[in-house]
């Protein structure tokens, strides 16, 4: 009887643990606590935006949705390089802001995700992906921030043109980020050589870099540069260079009138980021395509063009459509872009002066 006893108290205890078990797994599973669960409450990205600016749109998106997002500020070109080293460990689930030259570089070494968006159908064909890799969410055309002080105490006028920056009263006074790091400076790069031809670009270019004061990391650096009187010129988007002077600074920006490059700026899942953040993932760039999404461009005050064809641009941004735009290849630019970054530390500049 005893020896019956205790086998009927191991089965209890069995049966007990067992239920228990059961308990605690769908409870994990329901509150998107379980390892591998596609509804956690977090989502981490990569952003190439301004610190200034993403606090924006991450404390927005957060406010409807409940999803506390984690971010980490890089360059475009840092967060290419920062997706190859992660390639089998991705840390983070999207990768916002940069133009898509970069994304598809990234996309050309399989390391985005394909997810099309239903926001799509808002989007002027010309600014999407035929194959999904990345998602659209603001346009902006490459310009000349110029510091209104100097250009007044020097008697000088403004660059009209490329060729303007190669004169020899700009020498030291030029700044711009390094291609290598920064989407923007990558854009100007294949700007010029899609502008001119590989030949006379390469020409240029190394004529050019006996102007440049000094190479940023950050795009939007230049504009800052020209605001606090570092330098005469930066060579930034549009949006880079409206911010400094609504916010009262003596810089204006002016545009090439022998034509400009663009950018797309884009976003992408990452390609096996973490699985417990793939909803989140998309219902974030579902989000940011979104009228009242791209419509907080105003409230960030960084003058970006929303791609979303429902939405209002910031008051003061300046259209695409006003410009002189070169047919920018954006399939070119980023097939080629290790030859050109090559080519560019070979025959240019490489980063030993990056700031």
């Known amino acids: 009887m005893n020896g019956k006893k205790q086998r009927g108290r191991v089965l209890l205890v069995l049966m007990i643990v067992l239920a228990m078990m059961t308990t605690i797994a769908c409870s994990g599973s329901e509150s998107g606590g379980a390892a591998g669960d596609s509804s956690s409450g977090e989502l981490t990205i990569y952003t190439a935006l301004p610190d200034t600016e993403v606090p924006v749109y991450l404390n927005a998106f957060e406010a409807e949705t409940g999803i506390k997002v984690n971010y980490i500020r890089l360059s475009a070109g840092e967060i290419l390089t920062k997706l190859q080293v992660e390639r089998n460990n991705p840390q983070a689930s999207v990768w916002h802001g940069g133009p898509i030259d970069t994304f598809i570089a990234a996309a050309n070494e399989d390391l985005l995700e394909p997810y099309t968006s239903t926001e799509v159908e808002?989007?002027?064909?010309?600014?999407?992906?035929?194959?999904?890799?990345?998602?659209?969410?603001?346009?902006?055309?490459?310009?000349?921030a110029v510091s209104r002080d100097w250009f007044e105490e020097n008697g000088m006028e403004y660059p009209q043109s490329w060729d303007d920056?190669?004169?020899p009263e700009f020498q030291g006074e030029i700044s711009m980020a390094h291609p290598g790091s920064s989407g923007t400076a990558y854009t100007v790069l294949s700007t010029i050589l899609q502008l001119k031809g590989e030949e006379a670009g390469w020409e240029y270019l190394r004529a050019f870099n006996q102007n440049i004061r000094q190479y940023t990391k950050s795009g939007s650096a230049p504009a800052q540069n020209v605001a606090l009187g570092e330098a005469a010129i930066g060579i930034v988007f549009a949006h880079d260079g409206l911010k400094p002077s609504a916010q009262g600074y003596p810089?204006?920006?002016?545009?090439?009138?022998?034509g400009t490059g663009y950018e797309v700026g884009g976003m992408a899942l990452i390609k096996n980021g973490p699985a417990s953040e793939?909803?989140?993932?998309?219902?974030?760039?579902?989000?940011?395509?979104?009228?009242?999404?791209?419509?907080?461009?105003?409230d960030s005050e960084s003058f970006r063009l929303p791609v979303n064809k429902l939405?209002?641009?910031?008051?003061?941004?300046?259209?695409?459509?006003?410009?002189?735009?070169?047919?920018?290849?954006?399939?070119?630019?980023g097939e080629n872009r290790t030859r050109l970054l090559e080519e560019f530390t070979a025959q240019v500049s490489d980063d030993s002066n990056l700031q």
């Open 122 to 144: 808002n989007v002027p064909e010309e600014y999407v992906d035929p194959t999904g890799h990345w998602s659209p969410f603001y346009v902006g055309a490459l310009g000349f």
């Open 165 to 167: 920056l190669l004169k």
């Open 251 to 258: 810089v204006e920006v002016t545009f090439p009138t022998d």
């Open 278 to 298: 793939v909803e989140n993932a998309k219902r974030f760039i579902d989000w940011t395509m979104s009228k009242s999404g791209q419509e907080l461009f105003e």
């Open 311 to 333: 939405a209002e641009p910031p008051a003061g941004a300046i259209s695409i459509g006003e410009l002189r735009v070169i047919e920018y290849d954006f399939d070119w630019a």
